[in-house]
């Protein structure tokens, strides 16, 4: 079931090609639709998220959307700062498009975070990994690029074993 959470990984390129069509029809209509999709995406990351039995398989898809994401926040990133820039030179107006780009970030954004989050938790919920840890992850979580090495570090905690202690020697 986690594998359905595949589509936030390829869903930020969608939205993309959405906007990119937008300019061609009507704005507003592929700005609704596009709006109505992002919220039924995130109510069922979320969902799934917390439902999903295998949370190691949740890690493993979660940090496998971040990595396919690299190039989207890298394209979007040079968008972003091109269109501010440019409309900077018509009155200032850039300035009205900065809340739009950061909406559209943290959306995006959101969509690998909860993931993250909750299989944080239940690494910590498992004993797997020790308090300090866990709020390492989970402040880690929330920032850019360090996200990415800590998707993989997540991963790699869920594929260790559980230690346990040693039975004394009779």
């Not at 986690?2 to 990984?9: D, F, P, R, V």
């Not at 409309?87 to 107006?93: A, V, Y």
């Not at 909406?103 to 004993?127: N, Y």
């Not at 997540?154 to 020697?169: L, S, T, V, Y």
Request: aromatic fraction near 12%; charge should be positive.
């Amino acid at each position: 079931m986690e594998w359905i959470l595949i589509i936030n990984g390829i869903a930020p390129y969608l939205y993309l090609l959405a906007f990119w069509f937008a300019a061609q029809m009507s704005e507003t209509d592929v700005t609704e639709v596009c709006i109505i999709v992002y919220l039924v995406q995130l109510v069922a990351t979320i969902i799934l998220s917390i439902v999903c039995k295998d949370k190691a398989k949740l890690a493993k898809v979660t940090m496998i959307n971040k990595f396919v994401q690299i190039p989207y926040y890298l394209l979007f990133f040079v968008i972003a700062v091109l269109g501010v820039l440019v409309m900077m030179g018509l009155m200032g107006i850039g300035l009205l498009f900065i809340p739009i780009f950061i909406a559209i970030d943290i959306g995006v954004f959101l969509t690998t975070v909860i993931p993250q989050e909750i299989c944080t938790i239940r690494l910590l919920r498992t004993k797997k990994i020790p308090v300090w840890k866990f709020v390492l992850y989970l402040i880690g979580n929330c920032v850019y690029v360090i996200d990415i090495v800590l998707s993989v570090l997540i991963h790699r905690d869920f594929k260790k074993d559980i230690k346990k202690p040693a039975e004394p020697a009779e």
